[in-house]
């Protein structure tokens, strides 16, 4: 009974993380320009690098550590390549170099 709450509730999780993600893709498309110049004139440059390396530290932490309690999931470990990508894009970031 208990595991099957608990398998409704990743579901519900799972299909709210789908929608959000439905929802912003196309708004982004649509105004990320204009957000983009808009947090570029407003913050300085070295708050944007330092808050996107605390973004990308942080997500590249909990990808490994969901990476390392899948154990032997070889799926999770799709999971290896956020960490070069997440560096290499870092380092394009035109206010990071």
């Not at 380092?91 to 990071?96: I, K, Q």
């Amino acid at each position: 009974m208990i595991d099957r709450i608990s398998k409704e509730k990743k579901k519900r999780k799972l299909i709210v993380f789908w929608l959000l993600s439905l929802i912003c893709i196309p708004m982004l498309s649509f105004y990320g320009r204009g957000l983009q110049l808009n947090i570029l004139l407003r913050f300085p440059e070295e708050k944007l690098s330092l808050g996107l390396g605390l973004i990308f530290f942080v997500l590249l932490i909990v990808s490994g550590t969901f990476l390392l309690k899948a154990g032997k999931n070889s799926a999770a470990y799709h999971l290896v390549w956020l960490i070069p990508l997440t560096f290499f894009l870092y380092a394009s970031l035109p206010f990071c170099g």
